[in-house]
């Protein structure tokens, strides 16, 4: 069991993630300690948070919002930083136990590194990490004997799935989706959808960028990238199905044709705090599953002619090299597009099938060349929504 408190550092508490792992810290506060919190500009509740848990350190990623969250917070000794810099350095700090990663996107690849190389274990909920620079960052994970603890619902699933099974090889991994709200849906209807029609998560409460990746199947296609790193399968073991309901979160199949699945109410806390706290499990006043309350549970094929997203991730990881950071990086820009309303649903897959055949590949490449190629293709997404009205790029 635990009995010692455990210093962790949040790398975006102001996000869906980062709020619910102080909940579970809030409530297990014999167990943790918030001891670095980041945001990226919203001061507001950064200081807030502050105050509440008082770290030794609090970064603001904006740098004009610096002196706000300074002298809100200069009664209290702690650490006020500002800049991706601050964070990179801060998170190596020697009291610092687990690093849990919430940091949205392609953000989060550098600091995850420093923590890595610091010794720290990392609860990955940045799930953009692995899908950019997999191989690098698993492969720095074994030098430095680091845990990487997956916080996203589907891969703590089969992490959990997985315990005890160490010396049975994995036949097949199988990542469930929700379908989003578009589930069913076909290509005149998905033309014209909006922003706020894509926001409506039927299940789970998250951030706007993730939820509008969960409606387009993105979201899917970045956690078989990530999945293919985190368990060291290939792209032919990673199966996805539509499962309505959320409450079969993913299932491992070993070679004797057994399958285990790890089940539970749609609810983040619990994978937050079993990343926390494992190899243990802890007590908690989280609500309990009943089979009684869902006497049906269905499950269905991805459509993959409607919802391209999820194909084109599969092709790019079965590609390598640096093709999933190309993917990552356009779905990025894409998706702040359609969320400023400059480009449609639709269009999003266009221009990242765009950005996979015009973007220099490279079969093997270096932190340096994932650093490159991911301002190269923001910058060839961007120029490709600007240069063509929101209605033209249809499927």
């Known amino acids: 069991m635990i009995n010692h408190t455990k210093n ?46 008082k770290p030794e350190y609090a970064i603001i990623c904006d740098e004009s919002k610096y002196q706000e969250v300074k002298t809100a917070l200069t009664h209290l000794p702690i650490k006020v930083l500002a800049g991706h810099q601050a964070i990179v350095d801060t998170v190596t700090h020697h009291d610092i136990a687990v690093v849990l990663t919430a940091m949205v996107g392609f953000a989060g690849l550098e600091p995850t590194i420093a923590a890595i190389k610091a010794n720290k274990d990392i609860a990955l909920a940045n799930k953009e990490t692995l899908v950019v620079a ?27 799935c997985l315990v005890g099974e160490e010396h049975n090889p994995v036949e097949k ?41 969960s409606a387009s199947l993105m979201n899917k296609g970045l956690e078989v990238i990530e999945a293919r790193w985190l368990f060291d399968v290939g792209a032919d073991q990673i199966d996805v199905v539509i499962h309505p309901q959320s409450i079969i979160h993913s299932m491992a199949q070993f070679k004797d044709g057994s399958i285990k699945a790890q089940m539970g109410l749609p609810d983040m806390k619990l994978p937050i705090q079993y990343a926390l706290t494992y190899p243990n499990r802890i007590a908690n006043d989280f609500k309990r599953f009943n089979f009684t309350d869902y006497p049906t549970l269905t499950f269905e094929k991805p459509d993959l002619d409607t919802f391209r997203n999820l194909s084109l991730a599969y092709a790019a ?45 490279i079969k ?32």
Request: charged residues 15%.
């Open 8 to 53: 962790i550092a949040i790398l975006g508490s102001t996000g869906s993630i980062g709020t619910q792992t102080l909940e579970v810290i809030r409530n297990n506060s014999n167990l943790f300690r918030a001891f670095l919190l980041t945001a990226h500009s919203n001061a507001d509740l950064l200081i807030k948070q502050a105050i509440e848990f």
């Open 134 to 160: 997999g191989e690098l960052v698993t492969g720095l994970a074994k030098q430095h004997n680091v845990k990487i603890l997956p916080v996203d619902s589907e891969h703590s699933a089969i992490f959990q």
């Open 173 to 213: 991994l199988i990542l469930t989706a929700s379908g989003g709200p578009f589930r069913g849906r076909g290509l005149d209807f998905l033309a014209n959808v909006t922003r706020e029609d894509a926001l409506k998560h039927p299940n789970w409460v998250m951030g706007a960028k993730i939820t509008v990746d």
């Open 317 to 361: 990881l079965k590609q390598g090299g640096n093709m999933p950071c190309i993917i990552n990086a356009a779905n990025e820009v894409v998706v702040a597009g359609f969320l400023s309303h400059s480009v449609s649903f639709l269009a999003m897959s266009t221009i990242i099938e765009e950005c996979m055949q015009k973007i220099n590949f």
């Open 364 to 395: 093997q490449p270096t932190l340096t060349d994932y650093l490159n190629t991911d301002k190269e293709t923001r910058i060839f997404a961007q120029n490709l929504i600007e240069k063509t009205p929101v209605k033209a790029i249809q499927f």
